[in-house]
């Protein structure tokens, strides 16, 4: 969940681990803190509660000179987010600093042992104790060694990190290390680089070295970088990736935020996803590294994810058993690892991860395999853990996500799991090449439809104002469209911190009418599908008690248009079970109006963070 930095080379380090600290703050941004190496052989640092940017206002004063240094963004598990629960962390000679993402499961066992050996530990947190596992290391089995005193170290803990360690004594290099939290790192003749991905590489280098799991990597100060196995035997061929966007692509570019920017963004990553997708036999998958044969032998299909992805879950649900006709079960990632998943040897799981990295899905798709199924990925991002860990991957192409609420990569992982499921029902038989053809066209019109809603956002900002004074919302929907709801009160609470809950529409009058009173925001998604009528009905019992209703609505829908107090209009959609691709950008647009007006920082919201690497 933490964001790490981590340079050593001919530049002043500070600049860089600035810079990617505010590239990487979606990862977390409770705490930040920075130690430099500096030309006395002393490590200087500051650490801060709040946001980077008061880290950059203090470290303007500090004087931090030096070439070598480490930076941490932080997202609390352990301890409050104050001063001195911020990363860095050091030993206690003060000599070697260490900043941490991850999570050390025994980190109590382990500070009850360095506190009867002499050690003073002056924070909260689990991640202090590595700093003196090193210690201990350094000054014993592996003394004048750091790779060695990391290597022992990380040897004592139990549970997930990502580490750069640099001490005082050895001028000029930087240790990191990997397990179950992603790090990579950049060789360049300016030095070399580390960070928790490659958001803030991109603009150094096109090419990154990724650590694997138990993996160590000595960086020096001439740009050359060593990785390790867990022996401490060299690795000749470590993993690498190649960075295929630009820098500028996680930049704010002239919007206001970055959910604005990456609102707007939506056409062109479906476009991406799309091109060069139809093929003679159907829809071209060679990602999937399944034959049609493995395909049509398929029996059941598990769905994992956690969050917004788990609501692409839903979504793809309803594509793969109406178009493929093969049972489909959504679970939560949090959940599916502690029950007894029904499977087969034809069983597959398809894990949907933003990030790659979401530690609850991962745990899942390991869990999954182990039984004996083939596990297969949808996800954003490049050499993620899920990619790599995956028989198959399919790659969304929305492009670097910096908002900690999803809106781009959302609307692009349901059309790969629309791709996904014509794939399977061309492989299944139940569709041909015609028709999975048709399907394919109707996906190659969403994008330009995602224009026009995108071009009404007026009538969301005025639909904004319907939740001034609101405590709580309700969002209703029925079939597809109730999970359309779903997400929708899912992006509200996350940037306004506005209670919301959404329901199955018919399952209004079971509970939740009870909270229906005058002016109380009821918003409906309420398309023309073949459901319409009914779902009318339930806006008509809304408007009896006196609630404000807020609908979007298909195009010259008068029905709704007389009932409700603003209508977020869609253009007709050819296919119903495409129509929340279109409809959830007026929702996304509706709680970025909302979390504005509430004066609510939309990009980076309260206790939240872009990737959850700990369970």
């Known amino acids: 969940m933490c964001g790490i930095v981590g340079y050593t080379g001919k530049n002043q380090a500070i600049t860089y681990l600035l810079e990617g600290l505010q590239t990487l703050e979606y990862r977390g941004y409770d705490s930040a803190g920075v130690a430099v190496l500096s030309p006395d052989g002393g490590l200087h640092g500051v650490k801060c509660a709040g946001r980077v940017s008061t880290l950059v206002e203090r470290c303007k004063t500090a004087n931090l000179v030096g070439t ?196 707007s963004e939506q056409p062109e990553a479906i476009e991406r996803l799309l091109k060069d997708r139809l093929g003679k036999h159907g829809i071209e998958m060679d990602e999937l590294s399944m034959t ?11 769905l994992v994810a956690c969050g917004t992805s788990y609501h692409v879950c839903l979504i793809a649900r309803d594509m793969i058993e109406s178009w493929a006709k093969i049972p489909t079960l959504c679970e939560y990632a949090s959940e599916l690892n502690y029950k007894e998943p029904l499977v087969t040897d034809n069983t597959l799981c398809v894990i949907v991860t933003q990030s790659g990295e979401t530690a609850d899905t991962l745990t899942a798709a390991r869990r999954m395999r182990a039984l004996g199924c083939k596990v297969f990925a949808v996800t954003n991002v490049l050499g993620s853990t899920a990619a790599r860990e995956s028989d198959g991957t399919l790659y969304v192409q929305a492009g670097p996500e ?43 019109a969403l994008p330009d439809l995602i224009r026009e809603v995108i071009a009404r956002r007026w009538q969301d900002k005025h639909a904004a104002q319907v939740f001034r004074n609101a405590r709580s919302a309700l969002f209703l929907g029925r079939g597809v469209n109730s999970t359309t709801a779903y997400e929708g009160a899912l992006k509200l609470k996350e940037i306004s911190y506005l209670h919301a809950e959404a329901y199955p529409a018919g399952e209004m009058k079971h509970g939740p009418i009870a ?101």
Not at 413 to 441: I, P, S, T, W, Y
Not at 585 to 600: E, I, N, S, T
């Open 515 to 615: 909270l229906l009173e005058p002016g109380f925001p009821v918003v409906t998604v309420v398309p023309a599908d073949h459901i319409h009528d009914k779902t009318v009905s339930n806006i008509q019992e809304v408007i009896a008690r006196g609630a404000t209703c807020v609908a979007v609505a298909t195009d010259g829908d008068r029905d709704v248009a007389a009932l409700c107090h603003d209508v977020l209009w869609i253009p007709p959609v050819p296919e119903e079970r495409l129509i929340p691709i279109v409809a959830i950008v007026h929702l996304q647009m509706l709680a970025r109006y909302v979390a504005r007006a509430r004066g609510r920082d939309v990009d980076k919201p309260r206790n939240l963070a872009k990737s959850v690497t700990v369970e």
């Open 402 to 444: 910096v908002c900690v609420a999803s809106t781009k990569a959302y609307t692009a992982q349901m059309v790969a799991c629309a791709l996904l499921a014509l794939r399977l029902a061309f492989a299944k038989g139940e569709m041909d090449r015609n028709e999975v053809g048709r399907h394919f066209h109707n996906l190659e």
């Open 292 to 302: 049609s044969e493995e395909l049509a032998a398929i029996d059941r299909i598990y």
């Open 68 to 263: 070598t240094g480490i930076a941490h963004t932080r997202w609390a598990t352990h301890g409050a987010p104050t001063d001195r629960n911020a990363h860095p962390h050091m030993d206690c000679s003060g000599r070697i600093a260490i900043v941490h993402n991850g999570i050390i499961e025994n980190f109590r066992e382990l500070r009850s042992y360095l506190s009867r050996n002499g050690h003073e530990l002056v924070s909260d947190t689990d991640s202090e104790v590595i700093a003196h596992l090193i210690e201990d290391a350094w000054k014993g089995p592996a003394a004048g060694d750091l790779v060695a005193a990391v290597r022992n170290a990380c040897q004592r803990l139990e549970g997930s990190w990502a580490l750069a360690v640099t001490c005082a004594d050895v001028p000029g290099k930087l240790v990191c290390a990997r397990k179950g939290s992603p790090l990579v790192i950049a060789s360049t003749e300016d030095g070399a680089y580390a960070a928790s991905d490659v958001t803030p590489l991109a603009a150094i280098s096109s090419h990154v070295i990724q650590l694997d799991d138990d993996q160590f990597a000595l960086l020096v100060e001439d740009g050359s970088v060593t990785v390790f196995d867990r022996e401490g035997m060299e690795v000749a061929n470590p993993s690498t990736i190649d960075i295929d966007w630009d820098a500028s692509a996680a930049t704010l570019g002239g919007y206001a935020d970055f959910m604005a920017k990456e609102i």
